[in-house]
């Protein structure tokens, strides 16, 4: 049967692999040789599953939102991810990964980080426990996340501007990848999204289908049947789409719908929709769909929402794209806007804008009443409330 | 005979120069190839500059940026270096990151080397696997010789594959770092070279990353047939333009 997952290469169709200079290699390989039986060690399981339910507070609830619902004819359920210690589901993958780098004998953590939500779960499980972290943020992002760069110095991290390039997402994750080729030893990079050369996309994954595993059991308590006619999430290298849609790639009857960041318009040259603009190409040690120049210079996409502002898309989705089995929609900076807007007075639920782009598909994208559709909500909004009041003029 | 293979023959220590093509000033490109040839250098690494060089250091990020923002692409130093045979007869490798490349078309890249006549390839972001399952035919269809890198980290039995995949030279580059002037060279590049050495490899290994002067020149070739400098130039590129490149190379050797 085909499949939508890796394989064994770390290949998802034509996408994926390990692109990476020979300085990396030694530290790739390491990791893909021990990833998959680590995460399979009972005493990793356990301490893994322990965390999840004691600090990050899971199973999140999926929770029915029976007003958004009503207004759309359909039957929405929310995957409350934002509840999450740190307020997303990044944070499921940085106790995984800290795990791992444990088991590996690592001692020091560096992270890149956009918005700065990765860089927050990855200094807080580096507190937790007690490993040196260090965090790699564009000057540009640094500026203009200020909060999120506080609470990581709270948590112990050092924050280390990347003043290269374009100063931003790409940038970031360009210094930490430096960083590892000068530390090969001692060190674990603990990528945040589904994005990076094999195993990294993999595993993230496998992190975060905690998500799709809940989804399931949930569903079967509310609904008697384990899978939605739809699963929807936002992507940007698309970590918590991975999650939502992990347990449900290889079940054909479950729609999957990728939500992609517009920004002002796909085709107003500030967009970051990468499956509409991008190309298939290298970024980051990973062959797969990116926004670039003719000449292959990778370009510096758009989006109000940080976390969806990365050129590239993790190699899973854009297996998806290209083979058909995702649906893929892109939603402008105004529409995500409003829908997250509407979704703090129908629900009392305040998004963070990357989800709030998945819950503005509703307005065009129809489903029919007896669907039921869920939407990965991968984190609050309280992070965004200095855009949100730009935005609104609150 | 590829011009690389010839000049590994002679008996002597190689010296090789990386520059960014593009960089200081656009039309660079030939000039600093014709100096570095009459200035006595061996072999010459031209860069194609990239958005994303995560291998790099700060200075050849910085010259690679330049070079863009200057407007170097891929088809305008193909046609920079159209006639570029008609003058110099040095080795020349072009050495850059996969994706652009990959987006020229890889086959129309390596037959667009073959006109000019360049000699080799030097692509750090393309694995090994991949080149020999994709790519080794189209290389070696137009002549070109792909440089692999190894580093102090690269286990025995991956050396003796790369070593079996290459022909021409190893690059081996000196340190577990991006590239860039160090302090000199310690105990642990010491025991690395000689580790190499005493591999006994059929591809002579030319060392990378951290040679900047004669010293580091002289240290890194003990072992090895030669040694690169990228960096360095670069900051002499910076600072004297294309003025002086003979003054350059002469104070390395």
Known sequence: MKSYHADERGYYGEFGGAFIPEMLYPNCEELRQNYLSIMEEPSFKEEFHQLLKDYVG?????????????????KIYLKREDLCHTGAHKVNNTIGQILMAKKLGKNRIIAETGAGQHGVAT????????????????????????????????????????????????????EAIRDWIN??????????????????????????????????????????????????????????????????????????????????????????????????????????????????????????????????????????????????ISITDDDAMKAGL?????????????????????????????DVVVVNLSGRGDKDLQNYIDYFKL | MNRIKQKLQEDKKILSIYFSAGYPNLDDTVKIIQDLEKSGVDLIEIGLPFSDPLADGPTIQESSTAAL??????????????????????????????????????????ARCEEIG????????????????????????????????????TSDERIKAIDDASEGFIYMVSSASTTGAKQGFGSEQSDYFNRIASMELNNPQIVGFGISNAET?????????????????????????VDGIGDFVKQIR
Do not use: W
Request: aromatic share 8%; hydrophobic share 40%.
């Open chain 1, 58 to 74: 899971r199973p999140t609830p999926l929770y029915f939102a029976k007003r958004l619902s009503e207004k759309y004819n359909t």
């Open chain 1, 123 to 174: 200094a807080t499980v580096c507190a937790l426990m007690g490993i040196q972290c260090v965090v790699y943020m564009g000057e540009i992002d640094i500026a203009r996340q200020a909060p999120n760069v506080a609470r990581m110095k709270m948590l112990g991290a050092e924050v280390r501007p990347a003043t290269s390039g374009s100063k931003t997402l790409k940038d970031a994750t360009n």
């Open chain 1, 183 to 328: 530390n090969p030893v001692d060190t674990h990079y603990i990528i945040g999204s589904v994005v990076g050369p094999h195993p990294y996309p993999d595993m993230v994954a496998r992190f975060q289908s905690v998500i799709s595993e809940e989804i399931k059991n949930q569903l079967q308590e509310k609904e008697g049947r384990e899978n939605p006619d739809y699963v929807v999430a936002c992507v940007g290298g698309g970590s918590n789409a991975a999650g939502a849609y992990y347990h449900y790639l290889d079940v054909p009857e479950v729609g999957i719908i990728a939500v992609e960041a517009a920004g002002k318009g796909v085709d107003s040259g500030e967009s970051a929709a990468t499956s509409a603009l991008g190309k298939v190409g290298i970024i980051h040690g990973s062959k797969t769909l990116l926004m670039q120049t003719q000449d292959g210079q990778i370009t510096e996409p758009y989006s109000i929402s940080a976390g969806l502002d990365y050129p590239g898309v993790g190699p899973m989705h854009a297996h998806l794209y290209a083979s058909g089995r995702g649906e893929f």
């Open chain 1, 342 to 370: 509407e979704l703090c007075k129908l629900e009392g639920i305040i998004p963070a804008i990357e989800t709030s782009h998945a819950l503005a598909i509703f307005e065009d994208r129809k489903f029919n009443p007896d």
């Open chain 2, 69 to 110: 923002k200057n407007g170097m692409n891929t088809s305008l130093l193909f046609e920079q270096l159209k006639d570029i045979r008609k003058t110099v007869s040095i080795p020349l490798i072009l050495m850059g990151y996969f994706n652009p490349v990959l987006q020229y078309g890889v086959a129309e890249f390596c």
């Open chain 2, 118 to 153: 360049i000699d080799g390839l030097i692509l750090p972001d393309l694995p090994l696997d991949v080149y020999k399952e994709e790519y080794e035919d189209i290389f070696k269809k137009h002549g070109l010789i792909n440089v692999f890198l190894i580093t102090p980290q």
């Open chain 2, 217 to 241: 020149f002289e240290q890194a070739t003990q072992k090895a047939k030669g040694a690169i400098i990228g960096s360095a130039f670069i900051k002499h590129l910076t600072v004297n333009g």
